[in-house]
């Protein structure tokens, strides 16, 4: 009869090799060759829809955040420095690193007191300390994004009357920035005080993107360089942005309604688990206290944990939905 913990530690590495295999396989032969096809045909058609399709793919490849160009650690630094800055708090490298050592230590530590196994508490500690400052961040990146995007439309309208008025573009960022509160006023802000020390709009604009990394602002941003390209009536090129946004924020809204049942189902089953645990452990420690010193139980309970993970990454995946 096989063990138990070879069939666990087999699984997990099989597990793994497969993830690993998905992640260095690289782009499939079909795809890249579609792609180079279809670059020819924008680069030989006279259509001038081709043309301008042809300015976007080139605006967008040209706004790659520079976090991600580059490779080895220090882009991991890079991107790790960008997601605090775009937290809106101030916080610093550093104080990341020492919160999620010193909660991975503090958790680390208490599991070990209480249970005395270490293959408990480190797998325990690497969790909370790796998880929960990531999870923070996570949602206070979310919260401003949202604050942003919320407001982004009433800038560009206000972008719009400026330039139907007769300012020039760079001074009605200005307004913006003065009149707006939130995120988007403490953005264009950054980029006014950008333009004045020398930097060219598009310039500025870009470090912004590569800093917020939305669609909504890449958009914006765009738009202003496909309008220098071919010209036109850029109040109402933004005002038509504008009103795709406010239509795409509402359709954010019925989806994230449609959504919530599911999303809200999710949530219960998997709290179901770990209220019973605490549950049961409330009502007789002495029986459920064999999870924190049979190692039998602590590998099948650390087994348990990973696949209610994966289900829970599974039905994360089914109820998000990019527009």
């Known amino acids: 009869m096989l063990n138990p913990q070879l069939i666990l530690l087999f699984g997990g590495l099989g597990i793994a090799l497969l993830l690993a295999v998905a992640a260095f396989s690289g782009p499939s032969a079909g795809k890249e060759g579609a792609r180079r096809l279809q670059q020819v045909r924008f680069r030989h058609s006279d259509s001038a829809v081709d043309k301008v399709e042809a300015q976007y793919r080139k605006a967008i490849a040209s706004r790659t955040p520079r976090a991600y160009r580059v490779a080895g650690s220090a882009s991991r630094t890079e991107a790790l420095a960008l997601r605090l800055h775009r937290t809106g708090k101030g916080w610093t490298l550093s104080q990341y690193l020492y919160a999620s050592l010193g909660l991975g230590l503090g958790i680390a530590a208490l599991i070990f007191l209480k249970s005395g196994s270490l293959l408990l508490a480190i797998p325990a500690g690497v969790l909370v300390g790796a998880g929960l400052p990531h999870m923070v961040v996570n949602r206070a990146i979310t919260k401003r994004a949202n604050a942003f995007v919320t407001r982004f439309p009433d800038a560009l309208e206000l972008l719009v009357r400026g330039l139907r008025s007769g300012l020039p573009i760079t001074e009605t960022l200005g307004v913006v920035a003065s009149e707006l509160p939130g995120p988007v006023g403490e ?3 950054l980029v006014t005080d950008r333009i004045k020390v020398g930097k060219t ?13 939305m669609a909504e602002f890449s ?3 765009i738009t202003l360089a496909i309008q220098r390209e071919t010209g036109g009536n850029l109040a109402e090129t933004l005002a038509n942005l504008a009103d795709v946004l406010r ?5 954010k809204l019925k989806i994230k309604a449609m959504s919530s049942e599911s999303k809200a189902s999710a949530y219960i089953v998997g709290a179901l688990p770990f209220i019973v645990f605490a549950l049961i452990y409330w009502i007789n420690p002495v029986y459920m206290g064999k999870f924190f010193v049979d190692e039998r139980l602590i590998i099948a309970g650390l087994g348990g944990l990973c696949w209610l993970g994966l289900g829970a990454f599974i039905m994360a995946k089914m109820v998000s939905f990019e527009i």
């Open 187 to 189: 953005e264009f802000k």
């Open 201 to 213: 709009m598009e310039e500025a604009l870009q470090d912004t993107a590569d800093r917020l990394d």
């Open 219 to 221: 958009f914006f941003c």
């Open 247 to 251: 239509k795409r924020a509402q359709m």
